[in-house]
């Protein structure tokens, strides 16, 4: 079970864009930044689209704990590194390109590159 409520994971899944915002290494969190969101099963996965270079992505990484907010929904969350499962990223890949396809290919083509599938994270409640 992924913790998630079944409420929660559908309104974040369907949401256009999710608030993310890492703890620091002071404890104190980050300002949120406007991402992309995708589900996979009763799991929720986000990408950064700058890759390793994002400034959440590399607050996330460092301390795996944050903030999360989406379509009404708020929650603490542990980001937890998914970049090594090929399946996962194939299926990833997919649901970044249906969910988010209405946008130009200059938007959507960095969410499915190696780049950003290497800054694949999974968002798990706390």
């Given at each position: 079970?992924s913790?998630w409520?079944?409420?929660?994971l559908?309104?974040?899944?369907?949401?256009?864009?999710?608030?993310?915002?890492?703890?620091?290494?002071?404890?104190?969190?980050?300002?949120?930044?406007?991402?992309?969101?995708?589900?996979?099963?009763?799991?929720?996965?986000?990408?950064?689209?700058r890759?390793?270079?994002?400034?959440?992505?590399?607050?996330?990484?460092?301390?795996?704990?944050?903030?999360?907010?989406?379509?009404?929904?708020?929650?603490?969350?542990?980001?937890?590194?998914?970049?090594g499962?090929?399946?996962?990223?194939?299926?990833?890949?997919?649901?970044?390109?249906?969910?988010?396809?209405?946008?130009?290919?200059?938007?959507?083509?960095?969410?499915?590159?190696?780049?950003?599938?290497?800054?694949?994270?999974?968002?798990?409640?706390?």
């Open positions: 079970m913790g409520t079944t409420r929660e559908e309104t974040i899944a369907n949401a256009d864009e999710l608030q993310i915002a890492p703890q620091r290494d002071d404890r104190e969190l980050r300002d949120p930044t406007t991402i992309w969101v995708v589900g996979d099963g009763e799991e929720l996965y986000v990408r950064s689209y890759g390793g270079e994002g400034a959440w992505y590399r607050a996330a990484r460092a301390t795996g704990r944050g903030h999360i907010s989406s379509g009404g929904v708020a929650k603490d969350v542990t980001f937890t590194d998914a970049a499962d090929p399946d996962l990223n194939a299926r990833l890949d997919s649901a970044y390109r249906t969910k988010y396809g209405r946008y130009a290919s200059q938007y959507v083509d960095p969410m499915v590159n190696d780049t950003a599938r290497a800054t694949t994270l999974k968002l798990t409640p706390r």
